[in-house]
């Protein structure tokens, strides 16, 4: 598996090796040894998450202020633009984004660290998205930041208006969001 750090270096691409041939294909989706020496850190993932969309629809920018989750993502059907925003105050890269193209066909992974708001929005006709997190889901803690906000200026690849849900349409301007110290 070939692991890089991007442009906010705590965010990973992890990009496993397929083998195919005329049967079909086998990779690797998950090696927690070579997980924690690239992270550099000991970690135990506490729940799976699956959920699948229709295109356009947008999920995010979603966190939880207690109980953060890191989040290790990944697409098995169709693609979506995947997007984290760092929320760390203390970090070199507070209030920067970056994206994605998470798909079934390249398998590439994100490692989303504690700290970050992650959303995504669905590019084919539907996407199948799982996802390992550290903690458990906790709606009390749960908070979500405008996907259109202004300050932060994602440049999701919309082609017309997205659907959300109407927690997400409710998200708050960055600006007002409760972040990380």
Not at 35 to 61: P, T
Not at 66 to 93: C, E, F, I, W
Not at 151 to 175: H, Y
Request: hydrophobic fraction near 40%; glycine fraction near 8%.
């Amino acid at each position: 598996m070939r692991i890089t750090r991007l442009a906010i270096p705590d965010v990973l691409r992890i990009e496993p090796r397929v083998f195919g041939d005329e049967r079909g294909f086998f990779y690797e989706s998950y090696h927690q040894a070579r997980f924690e020496e690239a992270i550099g850190r000991r970690l135990d993932f506490v729940q799976d998450n699956h959920s699948k969309s229709a295109k356009r629809v947008l999920r995010g920018l979603h966190y939880q202020i207690r109980q953060p989750q890191g989040k290790l993502v990944r697409v098995t059907a169709g693609s979506v633009y995947d997007v984290v925003v760092d929320l760390r105050r203390s970090s070199p890269t507070f209030g920067q984004w970056l994206g994605e193209v998470l798909s079934a066909e390249n398998r590439t992974q994100l490692w989303v660290p504690e700290g970050f708001a992650h959303g995504f929005l669905v590019l084919s006709e539907s996407a199948e998205f799982l996802y390992k997190t550290t903690d458990y889901y906790a709606p009390e803690h749960e908070r979500c930041i405008a996907w259109n906000d202004p300050t932060l200026a994602i440049d999701w690849p919309l082609q017309g208006a997205p659907i959300v849900s109407g927690k997400d349409d409710k998200g708050l301007p960055f600006p007002a969001a409760e972040l990380f110290d």
